[in-house]
């Protein structure tokens, strides 16, 4: 776990019995520390040729009822994959002794580099962030730590913290209370970093984490803990009781300090997204982004929307620039939250239209969605001179839309109105909100004959239907696409002419391809026919153009698919989608420069985008430029380390460039079910040839009632030197319209096949020679 410096154990311990059982698998390097908590190894391991730590607690001291804890809790803790979280690689118990084997970590404890002086506050703001940063991560899969302290995290050479020992601290139970120590039975904890909470024996939550961050973040900038008494009872008491003496810090930063530090767990930040995105407020202006800075789901990707992008004074802000916030939904039933969410990315799109204004994408709108940050710290981040937040409350036919649109140098209200409809009017509603907005800043409208937010249903259901089929298709999982795909389907059978209900079931049918056990040639005949329905009552919507040329893409008709991608943006040029499409198109046809050109477009226009970070990674990949596709790969990762297609990503990057183990690492992350082929060609590229032959005869049995991707068996008998039955797969999966056969002509994968006439047959059949 950690290596700071050497500790000899004791004398009269021998190594213990679980390691002699480890030995098939690590080479034990040697001792590195020893506590209460058990001792501490380094040690390699065997098979993949990593440095790892492992702790062995003590034996005999934990019961099975312990022991059962134990492995439930390292395995959730095990489950997080955070750059601010000790990485844990595997846990069991062998001879009656629990083990931990996870990353070996090269610095110090906070503890030692505190040394009871205060840290120059941009460093304790640092690791304060990046703090909060982990326990987003664990707190969003219901693990709470329960004994944050110094001691518990750690500072690598490069300045990284990580958090340690989530779940051991409920273990033990056998310590006994000394000077600052785990106090035993249902208070789990150390006292001087403990919540009220905590001190009283009642339940802890999430919220007991913050107080422990802000007592930390408190005695890092004081150089004093915030609560010490002589005793635990005068330190429990001080915590029940007191407030920390003022810390030598501006306003902003103690109020933070004692919001944290509240003794109502209701009166403290109510999640650690919140915490991390109030510390953002108070960087420096001249703080550069750093990769470590990023948070992890929706919140976190509020953060890193802020993060990412050039901070206000690094260039002019735009004058006619605007981020429209998700609007909050006011309605008696919460389940209409899809309706102000559609409503919100109706005005989006409604302004993109404006001439002269940029608008923030949508994906960066609703990365705020749950964010704190006031109008001025969006301002200072985003570079945009005006937030347009509001409100919508939806009771039966009647709606009501307040809005406000807000200077972010000043904080100062240059516009707002609420507006009271019937539920029918809606679409003439966006218009004028839209209009107002746009005269207020001066920009250049469109006439108006020609409406900003065009009404293309009369149909207030088929409308209402369509806002609910977008809402569950962003969530991109089988179940929610085709439910989306219901959701459109019933909008188009109340307005047969509805052509953005045509686009969502297009695309909704296009993904699911890439979701779905079904053939393709099962689900792409009805993508096919919503998006040609779609253009031909659509012909000016930039949408349904990208839309048929996803399924021309999935057709391999590559002219047309680049015509239909251009069309739509010369339609909508800040659609970021269709630059992203473009870019994979001109990738699978080999005009790399151009495709990392369009893809670097596309995130310019969504930068905090995980799908569209994704494919400037494989761009880059198949470009042969595996360091900086690797680099790509990560920086999305550190937006969610759970994005499961940018973890496979990772591992694409790392098979091409030759680096077999680390692939194949990468690929065990995921879904057991998923991205075998890859996961198969690693095993076989490592010399795990029976892993191998594992995988590849677990897809074939798949393969026999589900469909399962023809390429992905072709690459691990690729892998195994097996040409001829790779190239019999390369071909069903021409026929079968197999989607992952379109890298067949740039990916580094292929290369051993290229010499073989073969393969020339496999290029024409997908259109690519």
Same mark, same amino acid.
């Given at each position: 776990?950690?290596?700071?410096?050497?500790?000899?154990?004791?004398?009269?311990?021998?190594?213990?019995?679980?390691?002699?059982?480890?030995?098939?698998?690590?080479?034990?390097?040697?001792?590195?520390?020893?506590?209460?908590?058990?001792?501490?190894?380094?040690?390699?391991?065997?098979?993949?040729?990593?440095?790892?730590?492992?702790?062995?607690?003590?034996?005999?001291?934990?019961?099975?009822?312990?022991?059962?804890?134990?492995?439930?809790?390292?395995?959730?803790?095990?489950?997080?994959?955070?750059?601010?979280?000790?990485?844990?690689?595997?846990?069991?118990?062998?001879?009656?002794?629990?083990?931990?084997?996870?990353?070996?970590?090269?610095?110090?404890?906070?503890?030692?580099?505190?040394?009871?002086?205060?840290?120059?506050?941009?460093?304790?703001?640092?690791?304060?962030?990046?703090?909060?940063?982990?326990?987003?991560?664990?707190?969003?899969?219901?693990?709470?730590?329960?004994?944050?302290?110094?001691?518990?995290?750690?500072?690598?050479?490069?300045?990284?913290?990580?958090?340690?020992?989530?779940?051991?601290?409920?273990?033990?139970?056998?310590?006994?209370?000394?000077?600052?120590?785990?106090?035993?039975?249902?208070?789990?904890?150390?006292?001087?970093?403990?919540?009220?909470?905590?001190?009283?024996?009642?339940?802890?939550?999430?919220?007991?984490?913050?107080?422990?961050?802000?007592?930390?973040?408190?005695?890092?900038?004081?150089?004093?803990?915030?609560?010490?008494?002589?005793?635990?009872?005068?330190?429990?008491?001080?915590?029940?009781?007191?407030?920390?003496?003022?810390?030598?810090?501006?306003?902003?930063?103690?109020?933070?300090?004692?919001?944290?530090?509240?003794?109502?767990?209701?009166?403290?930040?109510?999640?650690?997204?919140?915490?991390?995105?109030?510390?953002?407020?108070?960087?420096?202006?001249?703080?550069?982004?750093?990769?470590?800075?990023?948070?992890?789901?929706?919140?976190?990707?509020?953060?890193?929307?802020?993060?990412?992008?050039?901070?206000?004074?690094?260039?002019?802000?735009?004058?006619?620039?605007?981020?429209?916030?998700?609007?909050?939904?006011?309605?008696?039933?919460?389940?209409?939250?899809?309706?102000?969410?559609?409503?919100?990315?109706?005005?989006?799109?409604?302004?993109?239209?404006?001439?002269?204004?940029?608008?923030?994408?949508?994906?960066?709108?609703?990365?705020?969605?749950?964010?704190?940050?006031?109008?001025?710290?969006?301002?200072?981040?985003?570079?945009?001179?005006?937030?347009?937040?509001?409100?919508?409350?939806?009771?039966?036919?009647?709606?009501?839309?307040?809005?406000?649109?807000?200077?972010?140098?000043?904080?100062?209200?240059?516009?707002?109105?609420?507006?009271?409809?019937?539920?029918?009017?809606?679409?003439?509603?966006?218009?004028?909100?839209?209009?107002?907005?746009?005269?207020?800043?001066?920009?250049?409208?469109?006439?108006?004959?020609?409406?900003?937010?065009?009404?293309?249903?009369?149909?207030?259901?088929?409308?209402?239907?369509?806002?609910?089929?977008?809402?569950?298709?962003?969530?991109?999982?089988?179940?929610?696409?085709?439910?989306?795909?219901?959701?459109?389907?019933?909008?188009?059978?109340?307005?047969?002419?509805?052509?953005?209900?045509?686009?969502?079931?297009?695309?909704?049918?296009?993904?699911?391809?890439?979701?779905?056990?079904?053939?393709?040639?099962?689900?792409?005949?009805?993508?096919?026919?919503?998006?040609?329905?779609?253009?031909?009552?659509?012909?000016?919507?930039?949408? #349904? *153009?990208?839309? $048929? %040329? +996803? @399924?021309?893409?999935?057709?391999?008709?590559?002219?047309? =698919?680049? &015509? /239909?991608?251009? !069309?739509?943006?010369?339609?909508?040029?800040?659609?970021?989608? #269709? *630059?992203?499409? $473009? %870019? +994979? @198109?001109?990738?699978?046809?080999?005009?790399?420069?151009? =495709?990392? &050109? /369009?893809?670097? !477009?596309?995130?310019?226009?969504?930068?905090?985008?995980?799908?569209?970070?994704?494919?400037?990674?494989?761009?880059?990949?198949?470009?042969?430029?595996?360091?900086? =596709?690797?680099?790509?790969?990560?920086?999305?990762?550190?937006?969610?380390?759970?994005?499961?297609?940018?973890?496979?990503?990772?591992?694409?990057?790392?098979?091409?460039?030759?680096?077999?183990?680390? =692939?194949?690492?990468?690929?065990?992350?995921?879904?057991?079910?998923?991205?075998?082929?890859?996961?198969?060609?690693?095993?076989?590229?490592?010399?795990?040839?029976?892993?191998?032959?594992?995988?590849?005869?677990?897809?074939?049995?798949?393969?026999?009632?589900?469909?399962?991707?023809?390429?992905?068996?072709?690459?691990?008998?690729?892998?195994?030197?097996?040409?001829?039955?790779?190239?019999?797969?390369?071909?069903?999966?021409?026929?079968?319209?197999?989607?992952?056969?379109?890298?067949?002509?740039?990916?580094?994968?292929?290369?051993?096949?290229?010499?073989?006439?073969?393969?020339?047959?496999?290029?024409?059949?997908?259109?690519?020679?």
């Amino acid at each position: 776990m950690i290596s700071s410096e050497p500790t000899a154990r004791p004398e009269a311990a021998g190594p213990p019995l679980v390691l002699t059982s480890l030995r098939d698998r690590y080479a034990i390097e040697g001792e590195i520390g020893h506590g209460g908590m058990g001792r501490v190894f380094a040690a390699r391991d065997l098979k993949l040729g990593r440095q790892v730590a492992i702790k062995v607690l003590p034996p005999g001291a934990h019961g099975e009822e312990e022991l059962r804890r134990f492995e439930q809790e390292a395995r959730a803790a095990g489950s997080l994959e955070h750059p601010n979280v000790l990485v844990v690689h595997d846990i069991g118990v062998l001879q009656g002794e629990p083990f931990i084997v996870s990353e070996l970590l090269r610095g110090a404890t906070l503890r030692e580099r505190l040394r009871r002086r205060p840290m120059p506050s941009a460093k304790a703001l640092d690791y304060a962030f990046q703090l909060a940063q982990g326990l987003r991560a664990a707190h969003d899969k219901g693990i709470v730590h329960r004994d944050l302290k110094p001691e518990n995290l750690f500072v690598t050479h490069e300045g990284r913290l990580k958090i340690l020992d989530f779940g051991i601290a409920k273990l033990s139970a056998s310590d006994r209370p000394s000077e600052n120590s785990t106090v035993e039975g249902a208070i789990l904890g150390t006292v001087r970093y403990m919540a009220p909470e905590q001190v009283r024996g009642q339940r802890a939550d999430h919220r007991s984490d913050i107080f422990a961050c802000g007592s930390i973040l408190y005695e890092m900038l004081a150089g004093r803990p915030a609560f010490a008494g002589g005793t635990d009872l005068e330190t429990a008491s001080g915590i029940l009781n007191d407030e920390p003496p003022p810390s030598p810090v501006g306003p902003e930063l103690e109020r933070i300090l004692r919001r944290c530090l509240e003794k109502d767990p209701a009166d403290r930040f109510q999640s650690a997204a919140d915490l991390a995105l109030a510390l953002s407020t108070l960087t420096s202006a001249d703080r550069r982004p750093h990769p470590r800075w990023f948070l992890v789901g929706a919140a976190a990707l509020a953060a890193a929307a802020l993060i990412l992008l050039p901070k206000r004074g690094s260039r002019s802000v735009e004058r006619n620039s605007i981020a429209v916030l998700p609007f909050a939904n006011l309605s008696s039933d919460k389940d209409n939250e899809y309706f102000s969410d559609g409503v919100t990315e109706e005005l989006i799109s409604a302004l993109a239209n404006v001439e002269g204004l940029h608008v923030v994408s949508r994906t960066s709108a609703f990365a705020l969605k749950d964010g704190s940050l006031d109008v001025k710290a969006i301002g200072h981040r985003l570079d945009v001179a005006t937030v347009l937040e509001g409100s919508v409350r939806r009771e039966g036919n009647n709606l009501r839309i307040s809005a406000q649109l807000v200077d972010t140098a000043d904080g100062m209200h240059l516009w707002s109105r609420t507006y009271e409809r019937e539920l029918k009017n809606v679409f003439s509603l966006e218009d004028e909100l839209a209009r107002s907005i746009a005269q207020t800043l001066r920009a250049k409208l469109l006439p108006a004959s020609a409406p900003l937010a065009p009404q293309t249903t009369s149909s207030v259901e088929a409308h209402d239907l369509y806002l609910k089929g977008r809402f569950v298709w962003n969530k991109r999982t089988e179940a929610a696409i085709n439910q989306a795909i219901e959701y459109f389907q019933q909008a188009i059978e109340k307005d047969a002419g509805y052509a953005l209900a045509y686009v969502g079931l297009a695309d909704a049918n296009s993904v699911l391809v890439q979701y779905s056990s079904r053939a393709p040639l099962e689900i792409l005949p009805r993508a096919r026919r919503a998006a040609q329905k779609a253009v031909e009552i659509g012909e000016t919507l930039g949408e #349904a *153009h990208a839309a $048929l %040329a +996803l @399924t021309r893409i999935q057709d391999y008709d590559w002219p047309a =698919a680049e &015509a /239909e991608l251009r !069309r739509a943006i010369g339609l909508k040029p800040e659609y970021a989608s #269709a *630059h992203h499409w $473009l %870019a +994979l @198109t001109l990738l699978y046809t080999g005009r790399l420069e151009e =495709a990392r &050109a /369009e893809i670097e !477009r596309a995130q310019q226009l969504d930068p905090t985008s995980l799908i569209i970070g994704t494919v400037a990674c494989q761009v880059l990949s198949d470009s042969r430029q595996y360091d900086r =596709a690797i680099e790509r790969c990560r920086k999305t990762l550190e937006l969610d380390p759970g994005f499961g297609v940018g973890r496979a990503e990772l591992g694409m990057a790392y098979l091409e460039q030759g680096k077999y183990p680390e =692939a194949a690492a990468e690929f065990e992350k995921l879904d057991p079910s998923w991205r075998l082929g890859e996961r198969g060609y690693a095993y076989a590229k490592s010399g795990r040839t029976a892993d191998a032959r594992r995988v590849l005869v677990e897809m074939e049995a798949r393969s026999k009632h589900e469909w399962i991707t023809p390429v992905g068996r072709a690459l691990i008998h690729i892998a195994l030197g097996q040409k001829d039955a790779a190239f019999t797969l390369l071909n069903e999966a021409c026929q079968q319209r197999d989607w992952k056969l379109a890298e067949v002509k740039v990916s580094a994968m292929y290369d051993s096949l290229r010499s073989d006439p073969r393969y020339t047959a496999v290029v024409k059949c997908v259109h690519l020679d």
